[in-house]
């Protein structure tokens, strides 16, 4: 079976990091394009970062750019999102989604919490 398990999320103080990390399973991992998500309360579901099927090529939202990175290793089954100097406009359910190609969606993780605060 398809599953997505995201992790690393938790509390941190502006400035401050996190990792997150999302396992693949139940599909060829290394054959799928890989996207991290969150979403806000109250606010729509927003990209914030891709990655292609090989880790060649990636892309980000213009509000994480420079702050965010987004890379997978396949042996491993996991795509991962380094995230630096946090803001308060950072916290959300982080979500990882898997496609086959662009809008043929695998699958969607279950989402992990970022709370940014002092």
């Known amino acids: 079976q398809v599953q997505l398990v995201e992790s690393g999320g938790g509390l941190v103080q502006p400035g401050g990091s996190l990792r997150l990390s999302c396992t693949a399973s139940?599909?060829?991992?290394?054959?799928?394009?890989m996207s991290w998500y969150r979403q806000a309360p109250g606010k729509e579901r927003e990209l914030v970062a891709v990655i292609t099927s090989d880790g060649s090529n990636t892309n980000y939202a213009d509000s994480v750019k420079g702050r965010f990175t987004i890379s997978r290793d396949n042996a491993k089954n996991r795509v991962y999102l380094q995230m630096n100097s946090l803001t308060p406009e950072d916290p959300a359910v982080y979500y990882c989604?898997?496609?086959?190609?662009?809008?043929?969606?695998?699958?969607w993780g279950q989402g992990t919490q970022v709370t940014v605060s002092s």
């Open positions: 139940g599909f060829t991992f290394s054959s799928y394009i």
């Open positions: 989604k898997a496609e086959a190609r662009v809008g043929l969606v695998r699958g």
